[in-house]
């Protein structure tokens, strides 16, 4: 059972309290406190798709603020991404979107046949960036980190402490992959392990 220390903090993030364990600062529960338009504002501030002029309308929240409101409990699972092709010595995205529950990626997996055929350059929730990349050294190109690292048979690797990802808010997770040998990685697939909030 979560508790409910629920509230905003100062800054541009709303914030989760206590209610989970390393919880990431762009899920909040406004039980008791918020509308629907201080919602929308807190998930500007975070991971929506901001239209012209940078505010969500209250209406495209509506639909996800009683799960918002009132979570109960999280349970440990797993959900896949988005399979897509990577072109040789190319790179390519594809965002997967969760569509009922909102969901928290804590580990990425990648099938072992995958893992050696390139480097993991991009992983968003929303806008907000999940990894840190290094900018390239001398003579060096594409500092990405190496699929290796996320490879399924990993003992205590690949793990990422991602931001919450809300259902139906248009903003998915943004997985970019580049192939570092010539022939096409078709598909490239892989696997988040998380929270899903019920």
């Known amino acids: 059972m979560l508790n409910k220390n629920y509230g905003f903090a100062p800054g541009r993030r709303a914030s989760v309290g206590n209610n989970l364990p390393g919880a990431s600062g762009n899920y ?3 039980q008791g406190q918020g509308t629907v338009e201080a919602l929308a504002a807190a998930l500007a501030a975070c991971c929506l798709p901001c239209p012209p002029g940078g505010a969500v309308p209250p209406q495209q929240v ?3 603020q009683s799960q918002m409101n009132a979570p109960q409990r999280c349970r440990r699972t797993m959900m896949g991404l988005a399979k897509f092709t990577v072109p040789g010595l190319g790179t390519a995205t594809a965002t997967t979107f969760p569509n009922t529950y909102a969901f928290r990626g804590l580990r990425l997996i990648v099938p072992t ?3 050696a055929s390139g480097d993991l350059t991009g992983l968003e929730v929303g806008t907000e960036k999940q990894i840190v990349l290094s900018e390239a050294g001398a003579g ?3 500092p990405g980190i190496p699929l290796r690292a996320f490879d ?7 793990f990422i402490d991602m931001d919450w ?19 096409p990685i078709t598909p490239w697939e892989g696997a988040l392990e998380g929270l899903q909030l019920l």
Do not use: A, E, Y
């Open 62 to 64: 509506q639909h996800i």
């Open 113 to 115: 046949d995958l893992s």
């Open 165 to 183: 990802c809300p259902p139906g808010s248009g903003s998915g997770i943004k997985v970019t992959v580049t192939n570092k040998f010539i022939v």
């Open 152 to 158: 399924q048979t990993g003992q205590d690797t690949g």
């Open 140 to 142: 060096g190109t594409n």
């Open 28 to 30: 909040m529960n406004l």
